[in-house]
């Protein structure tokens, strides 16, 4: 072996001790907090990520203690609350004793799947990109009923989907299914009719009058000329557009009836005045910037009302 070889040779080794010297001997301060494990992480995985958030200070020993108790690949996907001084061996004993805490995830009502989807994300229970694909090969925009949940953080997508579905059952209960049968509606339609009132008006009593208005008009075969159904297609596929007549099966100042399917997850409020609507003498409806609804029987007096409250 050649001079410059050992020379080659020992500072390599005097790098690998100085490396597990550190890992070992330089302790971060330890944290407390909530550390998550994601399904699929392996012990090497798990160890660097508790390094790297100051929950341990040696990856080293909690491999080492992982594979002693041979626990190394018993460690369970989920959000675990850390207490200030755990040691290797309490992390590794709560995480195969799957003492997870569950995570509160509020959706309020008006939410789009992608706003939902970027929610899940931010409490790391899903990836967004994947929640996404799977409610929109679904078709499930409007169906992801607003709530306040509990989630399994070791729950996948396809879990925490169904778990809100199951909701959504629970909350359109037969008495609401009976009435949208006798009115010879599907609850497509009203779940979508409910996404609309929720984003155009605030109270319950104008949601049913803006519903007897809605229905009325598609039922005319009568455009709906609804913003929010264009602002739902806008934002999601072309922002820069503002042309009403852009085309879109979501643009009801073009085409007549109901957009092709929901623009939100509406909240029960408004899928209950979706069904029982107010029938009136009137065809037009407008919101003020305050969030008051004025109503207008003619387009004459609902242009008169666009000029008293709309222009500056």
Known sequence: MTRYLKILLFAVLIAVVAVIFLD????NPQAEGFFVITRGDNVLQIASN?????????????????????????????????????????????????QSASINILIVPGKTTNDIARILAQGRLVKKDEFLDLVLRDKLEGYLFPDNYLIDPGATAQDIIKQILDNF?????????????????????????????EKEVKTYHDKQMVAGILW??????????????????????????????VESP?????????????????????????????NS???????????????????????????????N
């Open 24 to 27: 070992i001997f330089w302790h």
């Open 50 to 98: 508790l390094k790297s958030q100051g929950y341990i200070g040696s990856r080293l020993i909690f491999i080492g203690d992982a594979v002693s108790s041979g626990n190394f690949r018993k460690m369970k996907a989920g959000r675990y609350e850390i207490s200030k001084g755990s040691t290797s061996q309490d992390l590794i004993e709560k995480f195969t004793k799957f």
């Open 169 to 197: 059952d629970k909350k359109l209960t037969d008495d609401l299914k009976q009435a949208i049968e006798q009115q010879h509606r599907t609850v497509a339609d009203v779940i979508t009719m409910a996404s609309i009132l």
């Open 216 to 245: 009325k008009r598609a039922e005319n075969n009568l455009p709906l000329q609804v913003d929010s159904t264009l602002l739902y297609f806008l934002t999601s596929a072309h922002p820069n557009l503002i042309d009403k007549s």
């Open 250 to 278: 979501y643009n009801t100042y073009k085409y007549a009836g109901l957009p092709v399917g929901p623009i939100c997850s509406p909240g029960i409020e408004s899928i209950r005045a979706a069904i029982y609507l107010i």
């Open 281 to 311: 003498d009137y065809w037009f409806y407008l919101s003020t910037p305050d969030g008051e609804t004025i109503f207008a029987e003619t387009l004459g007096q609902h242009l008169i009302n666009k000029a008293k409250y709309l222009t």
